[in-house]
């Protein structure tokens, strides 16, 4: 892999995880408060069953 490819590769993922003014950014932030509150929920909801037995 050429140096140039290695670094436009960083710099977009870069761009895609820490900035939020693009399309992109914006799902990746999207995508992982859904995974994290998902979490949460599922996390709450086993320890409530566990709870009532």
Known sequence: MAP????DWQFRLH???CE???PAGK???TGL?????TS???VMLY???SLMR
């Open 4 to 7: 140039s490819a290695s670094k």
């Open 15 to 17: 761009e895609v995880i």
């Open 20 to 22: 939020s003014n693009n």
């Open 27 to 29: 799902a990746f932030d």
């Open 33 to 37: 408060l859904f995974a994290i509150f």
């Open 40 to 42: 949460i929920a599922v």
């Open 47 to 49: 320890s409530g069953a």
